[in-house]
C-alpha cells in the first residue's frame, strides 16, 4: 500500500506560544526539527516559496 504524502503527520510540532506570529511558529519548527525555513513549510504541507518582510509573509503557489 503506498501512502499519500499528503495524509502523513509530522512527528513533533510543537504548540505556539500566546500572540506568536506565524513565520516565529515555523522557523520553531524549523528549529525543533533542524529543517531549513523552506523545508519546514515543505513538512507542514505549505509548498512553494517563500517571501518574509518584516510586515508580511506570501506563499507563492507551485508552478
Known amino acids: 500500500m ?3 504524502d499528503r495524509n502523513q503527520r509530522l512527528g513533533y510540532v510543537p504548540a505556539p ?3 506568536e506570529s506565524f513565520v516565529s511558529w515555523v ?3 524549523a528549529v525543533a526539527l ?5 523545508a519546514a513549510l515543505r513538512a507542514l504541507g505549505l509548498s512553494g516559496t ?3 518582510s ?3 509573509f506570501r506563499l507563492s503557489s507551485v508552478s
Do not use: K, M, P
Open 34 to 38: 533542524r529543517l531549513s525555513r523552506a
Open 54 to 56: 518584516a510586515y508580511q
Open 17 to 19: 506560544f500566546a500572540g
Open 27 to 29: 522557523d520553531t519548527v
Open 2 to 4: 503506498v501512502e499519500d
Open 50 to 52: 517563500a517571501n518574509f
